[in-house]
């Protein structure tokens, strides 16, 4: 087999990946499935400790593509937004907040409102506290001071009670707590 280009395994082949790995084959095995090197087999499966990922399933109060699909249509037919969240049975507060997240009414794509919306749930995401070093640095100094996590985020809340991005009370409440145990 000679080099070649990088390849991203589809969900199906994922899946027959993970079949096959269960079953006891060799990487070397499944590789040559592929016509590839085991080498390309080996990030699916050590990413996640060789343990079969839980397969990802939307939560079931999201929105589904048909009725992102429906709100689409909609919005050609220059319906109000109460008409729509009537039609889907939903709050308008909903409506209107999926087509502000995803451009407007101008300019709201289903497909591609849905595809931000189920990349946006991939985890895990950035811990807040790494988003502002100065917000670490003020915690650190508490922290060696003997400050509980509860005391900190008492603290922040009341010397910024404007600044959200210092403030964040619960997060840092969280992450501190995580990181004092």
């Known amino acids: 087999m000679k080099q070649r280009s990088r390849i991203y395994y589809t969900p199906e082949q994922k899946a027959i ?18 016509d590839r090197y085991h080498s390309s087999i080996m990030p699916t499966i050590y990413q996640t400790g060789g343990y079969r990922p839980p397969t ?19 919005l050609v037919a220059k319906r109000s937004i109460r008409e729509i969240a009537d039609k889907l049975s939903r ?10 997240r995803h451009g407007g009414a101008n300019q709201y794509r289903a497909a591609k409102a849905d595809k931000e919306a189920w990349n946006s749930t991939l985890r895990p995401k950035p811990c807040k506290l790494i988003e502002c070093p100065a917000l670490c640095k ?24 404007d600044n959200q991005g210092k403030r964040r009370s619960s997060t840092v409440w969280q992450n501190l707590t995580f990181l004092t145990t």
Do not use: V
């Open 138 to 161: 003020i915690i650190a100094e508490k922290m060696h001071q003997g400050w509980a996590p509860e005391q900190i985020a008492g603290w922040l809340k009341r010397c910024y009670p």
């Open 56 to 74: 990802r399933k939307r939560h079931r109060l999201s929105l589904s593509l048909d009725e992102r699909e429906e709100i689409s249509r909609g």
């Open 17 to 34: 990946i993970w079949d096959r790995y269960k079953q006891g084959d060799s990487l070397h095995e499944i590789a040559r499935m592929f």
């Open 91 to 100: 709050a308008p507060s909903t409506i209107s907040r999926e087509i502000q």
